[in-house]
């Protein structure tokens, strides 16, 4: 089993940052892939960023490209997402979720190919 608790959300103005972190705990936390979710209101569960357990393959969805940076600590069993220059479509409650490394590539992580999630972060954009 892995725990996820994610933290960092808030209130912010449209243009400002906000860093998010996610914790793990539990199993091995390099023997999992991580990602970012977030899922706004009356709208699905979206994927946002992943990260291979090696932090050498990652991808963003094509909204936040440009914006977020995801990166992992292996060392703290963290998952940091940098969110710049956000906009009030980037309100959400944001998961952090993790995938065994063998099941899934970073290009086909998604939804419905997480093993573990957190519990939700509440991120809202001031316009």
């Known amino acids: 089993q892995v725990r996820l608790v994610e933290s960092g959300g808030g209130t912010v103005q449209a243009g400002g940052s906000l860093r998010l972190s996610c914790t793990a705990s539990?199993?091995?936390?390099?023997?999992?892939?991580m990602g970012w979710f977030r899922q706004a209101p009356g709208k699905d569960r979206e994927f946002v960023a992943g990260?291979?357990?090696?932090?050498?393959?990652?991808r963003y969805a094509d909204s936040v490209k440009g914006r977020f940076t995801i990166s992992r600590d292996n060392a703290r069993n963290t998952v940091p997402l940098e969110m710049n220059s956000v906009k009030p479509e980037d309100t959400a409650v944001y998961y952090c979720a993790a995938v065994d490394n063998l099941r899934v590539t970073i290009a086909t992580m998604g939804v419905h190919r997480m093993d573990y999630w957190g519990k939700g972060t509440l991120v809202t954009v001031s316009s």
């Open positions: 990260i291979s357990w090696s932090a050498d393959n990652i």
């Open positions: 539990g199993r091995t936390f390099s023997n999992y892939a």
